[in-house]
């Protein structure tokens, strides 16, 4: 295990350092035959150690569909089976607890949903309802205020819109007042199963520490570029591995690497363990 960590905390250093192969005499560094060539003129006894990053680099550097793929094997054979945490019975009652799961735990959402379809089990009610004694019953959630608004306005919007039915389309969903991209894709994904990945802090963190993401700075970005490495038919299971895995092991504060088991192909670990053995 040392060993590996070893190598990949040298290949993240070294492929950090391929920048320096850009300048004036070089131009746009292009491999091996550059530098062969280089070093046949007037110093053709100098070892040039650019030679040796790139050898090193492409015979032990992980590309980015490899480490994808281990991911994937990984979570194939160990959750092979990744659902939300959030309870619901049906589409309306998904929709609602995804609304106020936004800075809130499914743990504490939970906690307010049972009692809060006594009181508005349809869209009918909930839509009938105020303000006020939406609030109410969900004031020991976050943004209760902003969120008892986004609820009435959710479901008298599928109501004048969508004749009561949650729609299953990403654009659809986001017509709704609370709805934004990511909650748009959690309902695609877990009721519809669609291959829509939704981003959120967990998936977003966790994607950029394990190394499937690069510069990512957006939700959105991180999006991207996880759907355009994961099988189709993965993507809604994909989103709760990475979910479930930021959220009890790779944590924000303290990531529980000892407890990982992607370690082998993580970039953070990788980064984080350099100088083991110096």
């Known amino acids: 295990m040392q060993t590996i960590a070893i190598s990949n905390a040298i290949c993240v250093w070294l492929c950090c350092g391929a920048n320096r192969f850009e300048n004036k005499k070089l131009g746009k560094f292009k491999g091996p035959a550059q530098l062969i060539e280089r070093n046949q003129g007037k110093n053709r006894n100098r070892i040039d150690c650019g030679f040796f990053f790139f050898i090193f680099a492409e015979k032990y550097a992980m590309t980015k569909k490899e480490r994808f ?19 619901y019975r049906e589409p309306f009652e998904l929709i609602v607890a995804v609304i106020l799961s936004a800075q809130c735990t499914d743990k504490r959402v939970n906690i307010i949903t049972p009692e809060f379809f006594k009181s508005f089990p349809t869209v009918e009610t ?24 986004h609820l009435q306005g959710m479901a008298r919007t599928l109501l004048a819109e969508f004749n009561g039915v949650v729609p299953s389309g990403i654009d659809d969903l986001q017509k709704l007042p609370g709805v934004g991209r990511k909650t748009a894709n959690v309902i695609a994904a877990v009721v519809f199963n669609k291959p829509a990945m939704a981003v959120d802090t967990h998936v977003f963190r966790v994607s950029a520490r394990i190394g499937l993401t690069t510069n990512s700075r957006t939700p959105l970005d991180t999006e991207k570029q996880l759907v355009k490495h994961i099988p189709e038919k993965l993507i809604p299971l994909a989103h709760h591995w990475l979910i479930l895995h930021g959220r009890y092991v790779c944590q924000a504060r303290k990531p529980k690497c000892k407890e990982c088991g992607l370690t082998e192909f993580c970039r953070y670990f990788a980064s984080m363990n350099k100088d083991v053995g110096k």
């Open 69 to 87: 793929q281990k991911v994937i094997d990984y979570f194939s054979k160990h959750q092979p089976v990744a659902e939300t945490e959030l309870v």
């Open 126 to 149: 909930l839509a009938a309802a105020s303000v006020e004694h939406i609030f109410e019953l969900i004031k020991s959630c976050s943004y209760p205020n902003n969120k008892a608004k």
